[in-house]
């Protein structure tokens, strides 16, 4: 679930310049805390994120209602400048990956003036698409709602469509987070915030788990260089054009049949897919599926057109030596 919601805000920096890289985060003023929160809505249960220059963790416990199910979690995510470890504490399993936003903001810096401003424009899109075919909002640019406190610190809170947030100034540190994407609710509060230490101890590997290597992201550049492409490119804008006169001409249907606020049969499907869907996301493997189609279809282009930008853009997925953690 939480990915899901990181996957719906990778849509916010669309709003920024088309020349700004969105994957070169600012640096923080605060560099070292910890944020215990307590998580509540269709999820209910515990987070603790703590930061120490340039590593980050996350433990997160809670259990969450879906589909009449009751799904117990229990997990833990360290990011380090070169790699991502995610665990299941529960199963005692784990992953590790590349972090793979320094691979990301290097494959956008090597696109031109015309693939930024696609990138720019297809990301805001298919946000829009997003927000009208499950009717969270409209993704914008964070309309700024005021101040708040929370756990004794001040925060500003701006609403990004269905999403709310509240951040202290120059930090990465959200102290209150709500919102409603397709069949879920969820909030998460701050109950005490620590600033200026953070202990090591949270950054030690659970020494329960067993690691394994997420075979996904093996050629990290190549995913990156890939989805970026993917994302930056013009079979994209031609299918979310495609897309969105699917999507309105689902909704003149519903219309005609006199009912504008009713689901029609096709959209309760999408709907019960799409929740079904949340479950098992898999951030990696949505990265690494994208830059597989955007590699198919630039040798597609060479072998069909012989196409300079089809040979440029392969020689920016040639792999390189293997992630190794």
């Known amino acids: 679930m939480r990915q899901l919601v990181v996957l719906v805000l990778l849509a916010v920096p669309a709003i920024l310049p088309a020349q700004q890289n969105p994957f070169k985060p600012p640096r923080s003023a605060v560099q070292k805390f910890e944020v215990s929160s307590i998580l509540t809505g ?34 833990w995510t360290l990011t380090t400048p070169d790699s991502m470890y995610q665990a299941d504490l529960n199963k005692k399993t784990g992953t590790v990956s590349p972090n793979m936003l320094p691979y990301m903001a290097d494959a956008y810096d090597n696109l031109d003036g015309d693939g930024k401003q696609r990138f720019t424009k297809n990301i805001a899109d298919l946000a829009t698409m997003l927000s009208k075919g499950f009717n969270i909002g409209q993704i914008n640019s964070g309309e700024k709602l005021g101040s708040k406190t929370y756990a004794g610190h001040e925060c500003e809170e701006r609403k990004f ?16 987070t709500t919102g409603k994407l397709l069949c879920l609710n969820f909030e998460e509060t701050a109950t005490s915030v620590k600033l200026g230490s953070a202990s090591g101890a949270l950054f030690n590997l659970p020494p329960d788990v067993i690691f394994k290597a997420d075979t996904s992201m093996s050629q990290p550049d190549s995913v990156a260089n890939g989805f970026v492409g993917y994302m930056a490119s013009q079979a994209l804008t031609d299918s979310i054009a495609k897309g969105k006169a699917e999507l309105e001409a689902a909704r003149a249907k519903q219309a005609q049949a006199g009912d504008s606020t009713k689901m029609t049969p096709e959209m309760e499907a999408q709907m019960q897919q799409a929740c079904e869907t949340i ?47």
């Open 42 to 75: 269709d999820m209910k249960g515990n987070v603790l994120l703590a930061m120490d220059a340039d590593r980050t963790v996350r433990v997160s416990v809670d259990t969450m209602k879906m589909m009449g199910k009751t799904i117990h979690n229990s997990t």
């Open 161 to 176: 469509g269905g999403f709310t947030v509240c951040q202290i100034e120059k930090t990465p540190i959200v102290l209150h």
């Open 279 to 325: 479950k098992g996301l898999n951030l990696n493997k949505l990265m690494a599926d994208a830059a597989k189609a955007w590699k198919n279809a630039l040798v597609e282009a060479a072998k069909n057109e012989g196409k300079k930008q089809a040979v440029k853009g392969l020689r920016g997925l040639i792999k390189k030596p293997k992630f190794v953690p």
